[in-house]
Antibody
Framework: EVQLVESGGGLVQPGSPLKLSCAAS????????LNWIRQAPGKGLEWVAS????????YYPDTVKGRFVVSKDNAKNTGYLQMNNLRSEDTAMYYC????????WGQGVMVTVSS | DIQMTQSPSSMSASLGDRVTITCQAS??????LIWFQQKPGKSPRPMIY???NLANGVPSRFSGSRSGSDYSLTISSLESEDMADYHC?????????FGSGTKLEIK
């Protein structure tokens, strides 16, 4: 069974860093793209980052470029989203999802940026 | 960036109604569009791939179509379990962009 489980969320102050993890199981993680998507409370979905199977290529929207870094450790079947210089507008539920078809999603992890 | 204009933002329909939700792309995206269903407190679930292909396990009352730059998700006969938010996503080019979402309520 394909599973993605996010962890690492919480309450942080503006300007702080935070690293999210996405633990994968039930499929060959090393052969798959990984994506991060977020959803602010009561709002729509926003794509945050994508990384190719071997981790050699990464993609971001301008809203997070230069602050967020996506990576994956294929030996540990885990993806990561390092978030730096967090802002109040980064407050959201963060999801990881598999493949460019977004066929499986994790349950999400909440990140709250507030002083 | 490609803008995805989704409409309506919300709607209310009766059981058995035919319901259509639309996303309009600001540039050519071909058929590189996914429709998602998201129920309250849950993660999004893909319903339609490549604009017109039903995802595994999705009821046949759901369908996707394209007319030029307009992409539609249609529910042929609304059931109570279809109450949810619906989102479109274009993956033709980066940055990937979602529509603003449609909240579907049952009358």
């Amino acid at each position: 069974e394909v599973q993605l489980v996010e962890s690492g969320g919480g309450l942080v102050q503006p300007g702080s860093p935070l690293k999210l993890s996405c633990a994968a199981s039930g499929f060959t993680f090393s052969s798959n793209w990984l994506n991060w998507i977020r959803q602010a409370p009561g709002k729509g979905l926003e794509w945050v980052a994508s990384i190719n199977p071997d981790g050699s290529s990464t993609y971001y929207p301008d809203t997070v470029k230069g602050r967020f870094v996506v990576s994956k450790d294929n030996a540990k079947n885990t993806g990561y989203l390092q978030m730096n210089n967090l802002r109040s507008e980064d407050t959201a539920m963060y999801y990881c999802a598999r493949r460019l078809s977004f066929d499986y999603w994790g349950q999400g992890v909440m990140v709250t940026v507030s002083s | 960036d490609i803008q995805m204009t989704q409409s309506p933002s919300s709607m209310s329909a009766s059981l058995g109604d035919r319901v259509t939700i639309t996303c309009q792309a600001s540039q050519d995206i071909g058929n590189n569009l996914i429709w998602f269903q998201q129920k309250p407190g849950k993660s999004p679930r893909p319903m339609i791939y490549y604009a017109t292909n039903l995802a595994n396990g999705v009821p046949s009352r759901f369908s996707g179509s394209r007319s030029g730059s307009d992409y539609s998700l249609t529910i042929s006969s609304l059931e109570s379990e279809d109450m949810a938010d619906y989102h479109c996503l274009q993956y033709k080019q980066y940055p990937l962009t979602f529509g603003s979402g449609t909240k579907l309520e049952i009358k």
